[in-house]
Every structure is written in C-alpha cells, then in structure tokens.
C-alpha cells in the first residue's frame, strides 16, 4: 500500500515496481519454504501417538520435499530462461509443489483423524483446513499469474478475500477451546498397529548370534578364566553328587 501512495509521488514508478516484485516474489518463495515447515511439524503432531509411522513419515515426507524442490529448481532450468525469468518459474514451481503437499496432508488428516484419536474440533485439523483452502487458491493463482501478468486483476480480489476466510477459520479455532485428544485404541488386526510396529522394528539394531565354532582367540583372558572357573565348579559339583556305585564303578 505504501508503495502505491508513494509511486509517482516520492518514488519514480518504475522504481516502485521493481520493489515491489522482488519483495512480492522473495516474501512467495519464503512462503513456500515456510509452509513445508509447517506441514512437517503438523504431520508430526498428528502421528505422535504412533511413533514407528512418525518416524517413518517423517523421513518419507523429507524425502519428498528434497525432491519436490530438486524438481522445482530442475523445471525452471530451460535453454531460454534466465535470470528473473528462472526466478520466477523456479519459485512459481516451488509453490505449486508446496501446495499438493498441504492438499496430501488435508486428505490423511481427513482419512486419519479418527484412528489419531482427534476430532474436527481438533487444532490440527483446524490449521489443516486453513493451509489447504489457500494451496487451493495458490494453485489457481500460479496457473493464473502464468496467462494473466498484470497486477490488477479480479483474481487479487478473490486471493484477498480466501486470506481473510483462511485467518477467521484459525481464528475460531483457536479462540475455543481444543476437545482432548482421545486414546487411540486399535484393534489387533489394524493397518495402523500393524506398520506401526514394522517401522519400529526397522530402527531397532537386531540381535546378534554366534553361528558354529568360536575361537578361543576372540574371548579376553579375563573371560577365558571366568568360564574356566565355572567349568571347574560345574565339574566339581556333578563328581560330588554321583552316586556311591558309580563312584567304585
């Protein structure tokens, strides 16, 4: 808004609107930076009671965004972009990555909010609800800004009024008070239970056994007399209770 009372004014036009792109264009990357942060740590939060899915999501989700990004930056690279033009695309891509995550993570949340022991009411689902209306709307405003360069637009109104809806809904959420979680109980035959224990078997170390022969070279000395000891006492103690005819036999 300064920006637009100022151009003109205080500030030659052409200057003001090159601030106001790389400010608009840097503060939409930090966006989408900022919105995987957030949809890591709700994921998170949502499978806390399951710790082997957690740590296994969590290491799926890394996975993914690594790539996402990796695809972001490898989409832009194009013969004839460069410069402000890569910029954009780059972060225009990167957007859009950010935003199918956030919708993949309203579609678990929905289908898992009931075996997570939360309900509707619950802030994760609340903050969930929020960040896929605007990926929602962030889709259609890169496919949008791609056909439609010019500053005003209808559109703006429309991404305004979906930023407004967006804070009024978390808002809500979190003027009321949060239901308590409930505790998870899952049947023996659950997926859940299931992969759960199956991601938490793969962090274990496994055990290790000692397959045929051992040398006595791989024992310490102090354990080598250690069993020797034992050997002797085992010994003495099968000779002392033998009976007597077997003794003169």
Not at 207 to 230: C, Q
């Amino acid at each position: 808004m300064p920006l637009l009372y100022l151009s003109g004014r205080s500030i030659e036009k052409h200057l003001a609107y090159h601030v106001y792109f790389y400010v608009y264009w840097v503060s939409y990357a930090m966006e989408a930076i900022l919105s995987l942060l957030v949809i890591y740590s709700i994921f998170k939060l949502a499978m806390a009671p399951l710790k082997g899915l957690q740590t296994l999501g969590m290491l799926v989700f890394r996975w993914v965004a690594a790539i996402s990004v990796a695809v972001a930056i490898g989409v832009a690279v194009t013969p004839h972009v460069s410069g402000i033009n890569f910029m954009v695309a780059m972060i225009t891509q990167l957007q859009q990555t950010s935003s199918i995550l956030t919708l993949c993570l309203l579609l678990f949340v929905c289908f898992a909010i009931r075996p997570m022991g939360l309900s509707y009411r619950s802030r994760i689902f609340g903050v969930s609800l929020g960040l896929g209306f605007l990926a929602t709307i962030s889709l259609v405003n890169s496919a949008w800004i791609a056909h439609n360069p010019s500053m005003y637009s209808f559109f703006t109104v429309i991404n305004a009024l979906a930023v407004g809806v967006t804070l009024l809904t978390w808002s809500a959420y979190f003027a009321f008070p949060e239901p308590k979680r409930r505790i998870i109980t899952l049947p023996t035959t659950s997926p859940f239970l299931r992969w759960n224990q199956i991601s938490m078997a793969l962090g274990d170390d496994p055990g290790h056994v000692a397959v045929g022969g051992i040398p006595p070279e791989l024992f310490a000395p102090a354990e080598l007399e250690v069993m020797r000891r034992a050997s002797v006492k085992m010994t003495a103690g099968s000779v002392e209770g033998a009976p007597a005819h077997s003794l003169s036999a």
